[in-house]
């Protein structure tokens, strides 16, 4: 009988063991399929921001990609402007919503946030070029006023460095529960915003030329009428 039991419980815990390694290996196969539908998506973005030729981003699209693939429930970006007195404003330009969420695209609170004001510990991590990721209940409560407006649960806020210039942030927001994100989704998304930044970058250059190349036409053009 002795013998019979210890089999058995050997066999438990062989089965125990069996089971957890199926697990493991089960999580691994997930975390590397992730990995590739994230280097994908990342992939796709950058080939549609080199595709794209006029002065708007393809913000529609590629904010789509992103919130699909991230779980996300509303995706959107946000550009940098200063008021009267060079005081550093942010108004949203471009959103992505899921199935069954509400859109703030039309939302006045979202347009002129003074940042420095209004969400201090943005400005200070995004300015400084470093993500912003966490659960609402991490929050100050100063900035949790502005999330729970939103019926943010859970953020990743990326910044969009043009010219190594704060040019404005892409935020994903989860709506449902305080998610967590890991170190690995925060870097595969920070290689797209790092594509938005210099999709805004070459416009910027672009936008340079051509205002320099009329200078110089508008000179020549004076100086054949002298």
Request: proline content about 3%; aromatic content about 8%.
């Amino acid at each position: 009988i002795v013998g019979q039991v210890t089999v058995a419980i050997e066999n438990a815990r062989l089965f125990e063991q069996t089971q957890t390694a199926l697990a493991e290996r089960e999580q691994t196969q997930e975390i590397l399929a992730q990995r590739e539908r994230y280097l994908a998506a990342q992939l796709d973005v950058q080939n549609r921001l080199l595709a794209t030729k006029g002065h708007d981003a393809p913000y529609d699209t590629i904010l789509q990609i992103l919130g699909e693939v991230s779980g996300a429930n509303r995706v959107y970006v946000f550009e940098n402007h200063q008021d009267s007195s060079n005081q550093l404003l942010s108004s949203q330009r471009a959103e992505w919503s899921a199935d069954g969420m509400d859109p703030e695209i039309d939302n006045p609170n979202l347009q002129n946030i003074h940042l420095k004001e209004d969400l201090p510990k943005w400005k200070k991590t995004l300015h400084s070029g470093k993500a912003l990721a966490g659960k609402f209940s991490n929050f100050p409560e100063k900035e949790k006023a502005f999330l729970e407006a939103r019926n943010v649960k859970a953020i990743l806020v990326l910044p969009l460095m043009v010219s190594d210039e704060f040019f404005g942030f892409i935020g994903f927001d989860n709506c449902i529960e305080e998610r967590p994100w890991d170190a690995s989704e925060e870097g595969l998304l920070s290689a797209a915003a790092a594509a938005i930044s210099l999709w805004h970058e070459r416009r910027r250059a672009e936008e340079g030329l051509l205002l320099a190349l009329q200078r110089t036409e508008s000179l020549y053009r004076i100086g054949d009428a002298m």
